[in-house]
């Protein structure tokens, strides 16, 4: 392992993260941007991303970490991974001209034996209509997840490698670059590997898509979706990992790649993918269940309330404000106040002008007539109910990721709102459900 | 979903309101009275858009700088056979034809949620227009008509049962439940009324409908108040605002029963401020003014 040395052109999220996996792992790295000022911020220890431990193992695997502005550094590197960011327009839509410029730079100073491995969300198709030589040319299922990249760049369930003929063996550095991390590796076409990434994500996006209907569903018959996940997470056909917490949609980017792809590549072929299109619609209306219900229960008898927002990112751990529901709620109340805090994100003034910043989540509480908990912050877990509710004029928190505990809300005089479950209204000093 | 094309009101020039004396348009003609906007009210009377050569009379009546909101339509309770439907089209056709030679400001085109299928679960603006009778499928042909006949901005609103004091239709729903009531002293539901419909009353579809002319709207917005009841509980409501005892009496179901949910999360993104008016208040404003009428 320690003649290897690996490359990865593309400091982004899912770069910076493999790149300390592998350095992490005992490989020597090579880090690769052509942005001098995300060299220059990594070289100073700045990150521009939020992920738990990376800063440790980008500082415990320093000595093997070497950062270059300069593409022909790469060409010591055996492997190198093309670890750039697919940007998606509203759509889903990917744009590739960023990675295929990035290839262009990348593959001509390459050493003449060295791997290329695309480790980016392309669609089925994209690595084969490289003109590289297929020998030398691999397809890398990335499974990062924001908040969680270094735990999942570090220990891979699998790696999924898409290859131009997957029945000959893997070449020698590859393989043992990926034996390093004792998992599974798994390699089949590159059309193959390029869907079993959406593959893989179409299933998670089945999961939470039923999360979110029957969580819907117990919200409106007095069920509570909290009890019934974890009876269907020890059912061995669908697991304890499952992806069962019921959401705000999807949201991210990622997921809505995929589905965006599958509706374009069935669409292009024919195949009939009503499931899919039913995910998309599913997404969308779950995505406004706060707004419904600040509307609802707030706004139609109090049109001059101050709302509070507590989480601005589109999910805890992370600095992402892609496809963000606060985000995207906050965009609808441009008539009302709004307070919010975040304790990575700033503000949104591009949402909503008049939103009032706040450096604590008890500051943005102040006064307001209901608190929305858009992300479910670890650190918003630490909130008392009894505090906000001394900090609130209001008397109403609505909480879809049950960051607090509903009865504790209810005790301290609040009504309390939350996914998958009727409401817990404040009934003198009692707590009851209601299907209001 | 509506896109504003005035993101802050501005007042249209003048509306032309075609079925001016109807139900909805005379909401719709106090309502911009009241807003202060010029409006030329026209009715069968004055311009019977089934008839030929409508289209050339409609075009001399009309200016670019004018809104224009089609209400006139024979309503299900007219029959929903195709003598009707053809009617409909013929009015429809007529208003292409003046908009063919005059481009206004913005259309405004009144439809029905009749357009969507009575299966399925709740309803926004991204469900399937899929009608299953003649009327919806006539609503449908005149928002496609209406649309590819004009350059001007148009808005779809697709309302569900409107009720109000003044409604003529007697369809099944707040009003003939009032009327019954008052009548015979009890109000008949079908079945035992399991049914859920939404009802909005009539002066929230004509402030809604102020709204989208004053932003110039353009798109297609469900008209409903996204709260939905049962004929039981509703007929409740209503004999409650009685002062003598209402028989609320069940009969035998003909039909299948079928629920109606709406998902309004457009009309709250469109017109985020407004407030809908609640059910019992609304129910209670009709009966007064039933009463007063005599």
């Given at each position: 392992m320690s003649k290897l040395v690996i490359g990865f052109a593309g400091m982004t999220h899912l770069g910076i993260n493999s790149a300390a996996a592998a350095a992490g792992q005992g490989a020597e790295t090579v880090c690769f941007d052509p942005d001098a000022t995300v060299i220059g911020n990594l070289k100073s220890s700045k990150l521009s991303i939020v992920e738990p431990g990376l800063p440790e193992l980008l500082e415990q695997s320093k000595a093997r970490m070497a950062y270059t502005v300069e593409a022909g550094d790469l060409k010591r590197c055996s492997v190198v991974y093309i670890s750039a960011d697919v940007p998606t327009d509203d759509q889903g839509q990917s744009d590739l001209s960023?990675?295929?410029?990035?290839?262009?730079?990348?593959?001509?100073?390459?050493?003449?034996?060295?791997?290329?491995?695309?480790?980016?969300?392309?669609?089925?198709?994209?690595?084969?209509?490289?003109?590289?030589?297929?020998?030398?040319?691999?397809?890398?299922?990335?499974?990062?997840?924001?908040?969680?990249?270094?735990?999942?760049?570090?220990?891979?369930?699998?790696?999924?490698?898409?290859?131009?003929?997957?029945?000959?063996?893997?070449?020698?550095?590859?393989?043992?670059?990926?034996?390093?991390?004792?998992?599974?590796?798994?390699?089949?076409?590159?059309?193959?590997?390029?869907?079993?990434?959406?593959?893989?994500?179409?299933?998670?996006?089945?999961?939470?898509?039923?999360?979110?209907?029957?969580?819907?569903?117990?919200?409106?018959?007095?069920?509570?979706?909290?009890?019934?996940?974890?009876?269907?997470?020890?059912?061995?056909?669908?697991?304890?990992?499952?992806?069962?917490?019921?959401?705000?949609?999807?949201?991210?980017?990622?997921?809505?790649?995929?589905?965006?792809?599958?509706?374009?590549?069935?669409?292009?072929?024919?195949?009939?993918?009503?499931?899919?299109?039913?995910?998309?619609?599913?997404?969308?209306?779950?995505?406004?269940?706060?707004?419904?219900?600040?509307?609802?229960?707030?706004?139609?008898?109090?049109?001059?309330?101050?709302?509070?927002?507590?989480?601005?990112?589109?999910?805890?751990?992370?600095?992402?404000?892609?496809?963000?529901?606060?985000?995207?709620?906050?965009?609808?109340?441009?008539?009302?106040?709004?307070?919010?805090?975040?304790?990575?994100?700033?503000?949104?003034?591009?949402?909503?002008?008049?939103?009032?910043?706040?450096?604590?989540?008890?500051?943005?509480?102040?006064?307001?007539?209901?608190?929305?908990?858009?992300?479910?912050?670890?650190?918003?877990?630490?909130?008392?109910?009894?505090?906000?509710?001394?900090?609130?004029?209001?008397?109403?928190?609505?909480?879809?990721?049950?960051?607090?505990?509903?009865?504790?809300?209810?005790?301290?005089?609040?009504?309390?709102f939350t996914l998958g479950a009727p409401p817990l209204r404040n009934v003198g000093s009692t707590c009851a459900f209601s299907s209001r | 979903m509506l896109n504003h094309l005035n993101e802050r009101p501005i007042n249209p020039a003048r509306v032309v309101i075609l079925g001016a004396r109807g139900f909805i348009g005379r909401a719709l003609a106090e309502a911009l009275q009241r807003a202060c906007i010029t409006s030329l009210p026209v009715s069968s009377v004055d311009l019977d858009l089934a008839t030929e050569n409508a289209g050339d009379r409609l075009a001399a009546m009309l200016q670019p700088s004018d809104a224009i909101v089609l209400l006139s339509a024979l309503t299900p309770d007219k029959g929903r056979g195709l003598q009707p439907f053809l009617a409909n089209i013929r009015m429809a056709a007529s208003l292409c034809h003046a908009l063919e030679q005059v481009t206004p400001a913005h259309v405004v085109y009144f439809s029905s949620d009749s357009v969507y299928p009575m299966r399925g679960s709740v309803i926004s603006e991204q469900a399937c227009a899929e009608p299953e009778d003649l009327y919806g499928m006539m609503h449908l042909a005149r928002e496609m008509m209406v649309r590819s006949a004009t350059k001007a901005p148009v808005a779809i609103l697709r309302t569900t049962l409107v009720y109000g004091a003044a409604d003529t239709h007697n369809s099944y729903g707040p009003n003939r439940l009032r009327r019954m009531a008052r009548k015979d002293g009890k109000v008949m539901v079908f079945g035992q009324g399991e049914e859920t419909r939404d009802h909005i009353l009539v002066d929230d579809v004509a402030a809604l409908t102020v709204l989208s002319l004053r932003h110039r709207s353009a798109g297609t917005l469900n008209l409903a108040t996204g709260q939905s009841i049962s004929y039981a509980e509703l007929a409740k409501k209503v004999a409650a605002l009685f002062d003598k005892p209402i028989e609320i009496v069940g009969t035998a179901r003909q039909t299948p029963i079928s629920h109606r949910h709406f998902d309004i999360t457009d009309l709250r993104k469109a017109f985020p401020s407004f407030v809908f008016t609640p059910l019992e208040e609304g129910l209670a404003k009709a009966h007064r003014e039933m009463m007063e009428q005599g």
């Open positions: 960023g990675i295929r410029a990035l290839i262009d730079t990348v593959s001509v100073g390459l050493a003449l034996d060295a791997i290329l491995v695309i480790l980016c969300q392309v669609p089925p198709g994209f690595t084969r209509s490289l003109a590289l030589p297929k020998e030398r040319l691999y397809y890398q299922v990335e499974t990062l997840i924001f908040g969680r990249a270094v735990e999942r760049a570090l220990y891979p369930e699998r790696f999924i490698v898409g290859c131009a003929e997957p029945d000959q063996p893997l070449p020698q550095a590859l393989q043992d670059f990926l034996s390093v991390f004792g998992c599974p590796i798994l390699p089949m076409r590159y059309e193959s590997a390029e869907l079993a990434k959406i593959s893989i994500n179409c299933c998670l996006v089945a999961s939470v898509t039923v999360a979110n209907t029957l969580a819907e569903l117990s919200e409106r018959i007095g069920a509570d979706w909290s009890e019934i996940a974890p009876a269907l997470k020890l059912d061995k056909r669908i697991g304890p990992q499952a992806y069962l917490s019921p959401g705000l949609g999807l949201a991210g980017g990622n997921l809505e790649r995929d589905l965006a792809t599958v509706l374009r590549f069935a669409e292009a072929t024919g195949s009939e993918v009503g499931l899919i299109e039913s995910f998309v619609r599913n997404s969308r209306h779950r995505r406004d269940w706060v707004l419904r219900t600040l509307h609802t229960e707030v706004l139609a008898t109090n049109p001059k309330a101050v709302i509070g927002v507590l989480g601005l990112s589109y999910k805890e751990n992370t600095h992402s404000t892609k496809n963000s529901p606060s985000l995207a709620l906050i965009a609808q109340l441009k008539p009302w106040h709004v307070r919010v805090y975040d304790p990575v994100v700033q503000a949104p003034v591009a949402a909503h002008p008049e939103t009032i910043g706040c450096v604590t989540a008890l500051e943005a509480a102040q006064g307001v007539d209901v608190l929305v908990i858009m992300t479910p912050w670890p650190a918003f877990r630490d909130l008392k109910a009894d505090q906000l509710a001394r900090a609130m004029t209001g008397r109403t928190i609505i909480d879809p990721y049950r960051v607090l505990d509903g009865k504790a809300v209810v005790a301290a005089g609040v009504d309390y | -």
